[in-house]
Every structure is written in C-alpha cells, then in structure tokens.
T-cell receptor
C-alpha cells in the first residue's frame, strides 16, 4: 500500500512568495495532520483534520498559514507570504480514527522548505 | 504540554543496551514511539495504551507506568541500524492529538 504522499519534496523560494505544500493521505484514513519540524522547536502540530473538517488549528503560527482539505484524498498547506523563519520540514501524517483502538499516525516523507 | 524525553543524546557501542524515557506532567492515555533517521520521516515503532501491557518489537520493547506518567523504550543488544532520533508522542485522551517530545539522539558505533 502507498504511504502518505507529499509534494514537493524540496522547495526553495524567495521571501514573500506563496508556497503550497500538498498531501495525499493513506487511502481509507480519515484523520490528517500537518506537522512542522525545526531544530529549535522539534515536531509541532500545526493543524488536524477529521473527516475533512479542521478540528484544531491552534498550532498554525499566524494568518500567513492556511490549510484545506477539500476531499478525503487531498490536503494543502499554504504559506502566503513566506518568510525565512518558515524554513523547516513540513510533514503530513494520516491515521485511521486516530486515538481509538490503538491507532497511530503515519508520516509522509516531508517537504523541505527553504525561504531565502 | 510537551512530554520530556531523557537523555537528550546517547552514544553506544554495538551490542550495548539503552533506555530512553518519556515523562508527562499530565495523565496519559497513550504513548507512541517513533524513530527518525536523518533526512527521513519518523517511522512508527510501537504504541502503548493506558491499562495495556508492555510491548515488544524485535529487540526493542517499551513499558508504560501510568502512576508515574512515564514510558520507557528499551533497546537491547543495539545494532548499527538503531541509530537515529527517537521520539515519544503522547495523547491525553482517546480523541487527543499527539504531542511529541524533543527527541533522543542515539548513535550506535561499531
């Protein structure tokens, strides 16, 4: 089975540009998570969707960040405008009914973002 | 609240054992352990649920002490492939999201 698929794998962009990261969760999973990983802050949860509905976006840093999940097989994380401090690895993860019956989350390979 | 992992880093010789701890200030429902190699995604190792038993996975096992609000990961007879950063993720109830600790960097040398 295919795992969580993210694109692009690497992105280098200039400050002020719009960045869109994409994610396809594992087929059948109904929970989707966006995490950000940096050396300073570790793995931070940005937003969590359940059945395509945003449940908790308290981790989204500021209004420059937005996330959507238009259907069960696709999600985007958008940064507009991007800033150098947004440079990080952004992971998408998915789960089947996370938290119940011992289900866990499975990570994609990550999108490495560098804003110069 | 973010769980606290200890130690932050450990260096082992091949064949040695290690213990990584994950502590929470709140009562835990579940603890999830992951290993991440440099430049790769975190890979799930095992999950421990409140009231559950100690779990094992090859030579890697873990325990969950609900009273102490702590989980420990045991690496026995370490192999070079065990090198990486180990993260614990904690959830405080069944519908809670995972909050990850700061990670423990493990290096196994020949």
């Amino acid at each position: 089975d295919a795992g969580v698929i993210q694109s692009p794998r690497h992105e280098v962009t200039e400050m002020g540009q719009e960045v869109t990261l994409r994610c396809k969760p594992i087929s059948g999973h109904n929970s989707l998570f966006w995490y950000r990983q940096t050396m300073m802050r570790g793995l931070e949860l940005l937003i969590y969707f359940n059945n395509n509905v945003p449940i908790d976006d308290s981790g989204m840093p500021e209004d420059r960040f937005s996330a959507k999940m238009p259907n069960a097989s696709f999600s985007t994380l958008k940064i507009q405008p991007s800033e150098p401090r947004d440079s990080a690895v952004y992971f998408c993860a998915s789960s089947l009914a996370f938290g119940y019956s011992g289900n866990t989350i499975y990570f994609g390979e990550g999108s490495w973002l560098t804003v110069v | 609240q973010q769980p606290v992992q200890s130690p932050q880093a450990v260096i082992l010789r091949e064949g040695e054992d290690a213990v990584i701890n994950c502590s929470s200030s709140k009562a835990l429902y579940s603890v999830h352990w992951y290993r991440q190699k440099h430049g790769e995604a975190p890979v799930f190792l095992m999950i421990l649920l409140k009231g559950g038993e100690q779990k094992g996975h090859e030579k890697i096992s873990a325990s969950f002490n609900e009273k102490k609000q702590q989980s420990s990961l045991y690496l026995t007879a370490s192999q070079l492939s065990y090198s990486g950063t180990y993260f614990c993720g904690t959830a405080y109830n069944a519908g809670n999201m995972l909050t990850f600790g700061g990670g423990t960097r493990l290096m196994v040398k020949p």
